[in-house]
């Protein structure tokens, strides 16, 4: 059965950093691209940030670029983002999901940016 | 960025009731598109991708179809269970965008 854990939330103060993991099982981690998705309280699904199976390529959104980094180790079946400069509109559960069609989802992890 | 634009920001229907919810996209986007169910406090749920293709697991009463850049997702049968929040993805380029989501209550 396919897992993604999602861990490292809370609350941060604005400018601040933080760094959230997502704990990956039941497939092989290693042949797949992985994508964070994040979604404001009360409000729609937004695409965050895309790494490829080996970590060679990465893509972000323009609010994040230059603040967010995805990163993977495939030894421990893990993906990572890595938030700086953290505002106030980076609010939002973070989830973490497989890259083909976002076919599997975490249970999200709760980022507050609030001074 | 490619927009992508769900009309419907709510819709009510009844038990049975044949439902439709669509999405229009700002460009062609070919195929590269996908279905998402999300209930309260749930992650979302993957029903349809590659516009017509339905997801591992997902009831045959669930359907996606595409006109040019205009896509849908029709519930044949609408049952209790399928109230809920109902998003559109494309994932032809970067960025990914989903719609706006349209709410599905029950009459």
């Known amino acids: 059965e396919v897992q993604l854990v999602e861990s490292g939330g809370g609350l941060v103060q604005p400018g601040r950093s933080m760094k959230l993991s997502c704990a990956a099982s039941g497939f092989t981690f290693s042949n797949y691209g992985m994508a964070w998705v994040r979604q404001a309280p009360t409000k729609g699904l937004e695409w965050v940030a895309t790494?490829?199976?080996?970590?060679?390529?990465?893509y972000y959104r323009d609010s994040v670029k230059g603040r967010f980094t995805i990163s993977r180790d495939n030894a421990k079946s893990t993906l990572y983002l890595q938030m700086n400069s953290l505002r106030s509109e980076d609010t939002a559960t973070y989830y973490c999901?497989?890259?083909?069609?976002?076919?599997?989802w975490g249970q999200g992890t709760l980022v507050t940016v609030s001074s | 960025d490619i927009q992508m634009t769900q009309s419907l920001a709510s819709l009510s229907a009844s038990l049975e009731e044949i439902v439709t919810i669509t999405c229009q996209a700002s460009?062609?986007?070919?195929?590269?598109l996908a279905w998402y169910q999300q209930k309260p406090g749930k992650s979302p749920q993957l029903l349809i991708h590659s516009a017509t293709s339905l997801a591992d697991g997902i009831p045959s009463r669930f359907s996606g179809s595409r006109s040019g850049t205009q896509y849908s997702l029709k519930i044949s049968r609408l049952q209790v269970e399928d109230t809920g929040i109902y998003y559109c993805?494309?994932?032809?380029?970067?960025?990914?965008?989903f719609g706006a989501g349209t709410k599905l209550e029950l009459k």
């Open positions: 999901t497989r890259e083909d069609w976002f076919a599997y």
């Open positions: 993805l494309q994932r032809y380029s970067n960025p990914y965008t």
């Open positions: 790494i490829s199976y080996d970590g060679s390529s990465t």
């Open positions: 460009q062609d986007i070919g195929n590269w």
